[in-house]
């Protein structure tokens, strides 16, 4: 009887811990899950945005020829920093470095990317792209730089009424 009573006891400080830690686990899947859709629905709002300033015949170097930027950094080496990358290859604004966390890359443009522990090049301003970590890479790079820090959606934000 007493090892019945063990046996039944240990079954059920297994099953309540294993409820418990899978619980945890399952609400922390449920919230990465979330923060991914909304970065995702932002990027994709932000995208949209974007080609509607291109469909109304902006182009993104107008922006920095405004505010007499003659060569930037860009923030971020995800879908965002490439396509604005692409969108200034061909334009007189140089493009002097891609700063990213992960300084290691499929797509490292020309080997431009460096990482976030790497000195600002000469610059006259800084892109941060993506906009959902927009407050936490501001803040980074303040401390590493005076330089205007602005955010990729202020390229076209100027042309809203």
């Given amino acids: ?3 019945r009573s063990i046996v039944f ?16 686990a399952l609400v ?3 919230n990465n899950y ?15 945005d974007w080609i509607e300033f291109l ?13 007499n930027y003659k060569r930037i950094l860009i923030y971020g080496n995800g879908y965002i920093g490439q396509r604005l990358y692409h969108a200034l290859e061909q334009t007189d604004i140089d493009v002097v470095a891609i700063m990213d ?16 522990d790497s000195d600002i090049p000469d610059i ?18 303040r401390k590493k730089t005076q330089q205007p820090i602005i955010a990729i959606d202020a390229l076209w934000k100027i042309y809203d009424n």
């Fill in 101 to 116: 966390k992960q300084n290691v890359s499929d797509v490292d443009v020309e080997g431009m990317l460096i990482g976030v």
């Fill in 28 to 30: 922390e899947m449920i």
């Fill in 124 to 141: 006259d301003c800084v892109v941060i792209t993506p906009m959902f970590y927009f407050d936490e890479i501001y803040n980074m790079l």
């Fill in 34 to 48: 979330k923060m991914e859709k909304e970065r995702n629905l932002s990027n994709m709002l932000l995208f949209h």
């Fill in 1 to 3: 009887m007493k090892n």
């Fill in 9 to 24: 006891l240990t079954g059920m400080v297994s099953f309540v811990a294993g409820f418990f830690l899978g619980g945890k």
């Fill in 55 to 67: 469909y109304s015949g902006g182009c993104v170097e107008q922006y920095f020829h405004r505010h």
